[in-house]
């Protein structure tokens, strides 16, 4: 599968951008999805992921509440809604896909970007203050 990330951009602090993330080539509803993201200067971290059935979604701590995951395997899409951005939102954010992962992979495994095979480019985000 190829991802392809959409829908970053320069958006003021309290405000909402929705990332996609579009997925070709084979079928990618058995793959656990997940978001991460890379600020300047700083290691990629996780922040959010969604089983392959949407069942189950997890967040880090940092934009639980504000951020929402959510997939349409039918269109092979992946989405990410993120609401009361903040400065420290700032960061090239990347999709990615695990095809291993069981269902009930759990938050641990969802978190570890090392479990990922596939990567989309990235899209940028950068929220003003």
């Known amino acids: 599968v190829q991802l392809q990330a959409s829908g970053g951009g320069l958006v003021q602090a309290g405000g909402s951008l929705r990332l996609t993330c579009a997925a070709s080539?084979?079928?990618?509803?058995?793959?656990?999805m997940g978001w991460f993201r890379q600020a300047p200067g700083k290691e990629r971290e996780f922040v959010a992921a969604?089983?392959?059935?949407?069942?189950?979604?997890y967040y880090s701590d940092s934009v639980k509440g504000r951020f929402t995951i959510s997939r349409d395997n039918a269109k092979k899409t992946v989405h990410l809604q993120m609401n009361s951005l903040k400065p420290d939102d700032t960061a090239i954010y990347y999709c990615?896909?695990?095809?291993?992962?069981?269902?009930?992979?759990?938050?641990?495994?969802?978190?570890?970007?090392?479990?990922?095979?596939?990567w989309g480019q990235g899209t940028l985000v950068t929220v003003s203050s």
């Open positions: 990615a896909a695990d095809r291993n992962a069981i269902l009930t992979a759990g938050p641990a495994y969802s978190s570890e970007p090392g479990n990922y095979e596939t």
């Open positions: 080539g084979r079928s990618f509803s058995r793959d656990l």
């Open positions: 969604i089983s392959r059935t949407g069942g189950s979604t």
